[in-house]
């Protein structure tokens, strides 16, 4: 297994484009998140799934913010409208979940810069 | 809400013993958990521990919970430069969504 993969590694876009961004997890693992991190924090969640159910988001989480896991398996996480503000380092984690106890892999990262 | 708080730096020399702390407010934390992030990485996931638990080692990594004050810890005994990286605690309560401190950055001189 390769391990959470997210493309692209690295986005520059104009303000007001939109953008989106693709996390692969470790095949099998049930749940799927979404972070944000920026310079100097620690991750901040943004949503999680549950097969291809969307079962939490966070209020960080702004109407200009979707997230998807069609069939389960990969998910995209979709910007519209960027603003500068969300200039940030988006991680995707993958696991196995059973109730509380979750092991979470994370991806490299997707870099957004928002010119 | 939940809230998990690190100090920022600690500087240490090689073959010294690293002791980064962290304190947690949701007392209803169930798993804590560190985890190491290198330039341009995602987290790697080094140990975690379980509320009920006082003491976990596991090679060179030691946690210490002591869940009345709220307060964990991590020893690595005898750092290297390869441990120079930043590190996270965090804590899950429910359904594995994590809340994590803004990360210790861990400098090794030789």
């Known amino acids: 297994d390769t391990g959470v993969s997210q493309n692209p590694r690295h986005k520059i876009t104009k303000r007001g484009q939109n953008v989106t961004f693709r996390c692969d997890p470790i095949s099998e693992h049930n749940r799927l998140y979404w972070y944000r991190q920026t310079l100097g924090q620690g991750p901040e969640f943004l949503t999680y799934?549950?097969?291809?159910?969307?079962l939490e988001k966070s209020r960080l989480l702004s109407d200009r913010f979707s997230a998807e896991r069609p069939k389960g398996s990969f998910s995209t996480l979709e910007i519209q409208r960027t603003e500068q503000g969300d200039s940030a380092m988006y991680l995707c984690a993958s696991s196995w979940g059973q109730g509380e106890f979750d092991i979470q892999y994370f991806g490299a990262g997707t870099r957004l810069s928002v010119l | 809400g939940e809230d998990v708080e690190q100090s920022l730096f600690l500087s240490v020399r090689e073959g010294d013993s690293s002791v980064i702390n962290c304190t947690y407010t949701?007392?209803?934390?169930?798993?804590l958990y560190w985890y190491k992030q290198e330039p341009g990485a995602g987290l790697q996931l080094l140990t975690y521990i379980f509320s009920n638990m006082d003491m976990k080692q596991d090679q060179r990594l030691t946690v210490l919970l002591n869940k009345k004050d709220k307060h964990l810890s991590l020893r690595i005994a005898d750092t290297q430069t390869g441990d120079s990286a930043i590190y996270f605690c965090?804590?899950?309560?429910?359904?594995?969504?994590?809340?994590f401190g803004d990360g210790t950055t861990l400098t090794v001189k030789p």
């Open positions: 799934f549950q097969n291809e159910a969307q």
């Open positions: 965090a804590e899950s309560t429910n359904a594995g969504k994590s809340t």
């Open positions: 949701d007392s209803s934390s169930t798993y």
